[in-house]
């Protein structure tokens, strides 16, 4: 298994809506990031986790709260966005060790979550 | 800091041509990963090809393969036989390798949009 799977695939919400973007792997990585990705823009870091610890967090907006419930399994819990936080949210898991030196450098992503704000 | 450079915004090509895309680097690590991504309509990030730094042999993968110049901070990546599905957005990026602040941080350019056509 070589996936990152990221549900849902789209998703709609209001201003003042509860939502999760949810992100599964099972290759056993124990690093695992959330990127914001803007139409035609390269992908933005968000978040880090490293054995199920939050080690980066880029100066979010505390409106996304990740979550990291096994290193399995990532959240991003979302409250009172704003229209301009539509954007697609990627996860990835990085293979290879993370702690003191990174083996092979490979990220793997999922196919992202595409998110409107009306 | 790490940055990352694609000069390139856009570019096309006739189907079974070749293509270069460029991409230049700034860092002081002398131990790093260097990534490009392919990200066609579907959204889903792919990896492409990966060079480790401490190699100096220029890393290929079928029809890709790169140029790396590490006293020049530049790492091209070139496509023979383009096809249509290589049609996407082309991302270079760096990764250090090392214990440290940025470990495990993927740095991408601006990327660079790919039109293959018949």
């Known amino acids: 298994d070589t996936e990152v799977t990221q549900t849902p695939k789209h998703l709609v919400m209001g201003m003042t809506n509860k939502k999760s973007l949810k992100c599964e792997q099972h290759?056993?990585?124990?690093?695992m990031y959330w990127y914001k990705q803007k139409a035609k823009k390269p992908p933005e870091l968000m978040f880090v986790?490293?054995?199920?610890?939050?080690?980066i967090n880029e100066s979010v907006p505390s409106r996304f709260s990740p979550e990291c419930p096994n290193s399995s399994l990532l959240n991003l819990h979302l409250h009172a966005l704003q229209p301009e936080d539509s954007a697609l949210y990627l996860c990835a898991s990085l293979q290879g060790r993370w702690r003191g030196q990174v083996k092979t450098g490979e990220l793997f992503f999922g196919e992202g979550s595409r998110l409107t704000v009306l | 800091a790490q940055t990352v450079t694609q000069s390139q915004p856009e570019m096309s090509v006739q189907e079974a041509e070749t293509v270069t895309l460029s991409c230049t680097y700034d860092t002081s690590e002398s131990n790093y990963y260097l990534f490009w991504y392919k990200q066609p309509p579907s959204r889903q990030m792919i990896l492409v090809i990966r060079?480790?730094?401490?190699?100096?042999q220029n890393a290929t993968e079928n029809r890709f393969s790169v140029n790396f110049q590490k006293a020049a901070k530049s790492f091209s990546l070139k496509i023979s036989d383009s096809q249509l599905g290589d049609t996407a957005m082309y991302f270079c990026?760096?990764?250090?390798?090392?214990?440290?602040?940025?470990?495990?941080?993927?740095?991408f350019g601006r990327g660079t949009q790919l039109t293959v056509w018949p």
């Open positions: 290759m056993g990585h124990r690093a």
């Open positions: 990026a760096f990764m250090n390798r090392d214990r440290g602040s940025t470990l495990g941080r993927l740095y």
């Open positions: 060079q480790e730094a401490y190699k100096q």
């Open positions: 986790y490293s054995y199920e610890k939050l080690s």
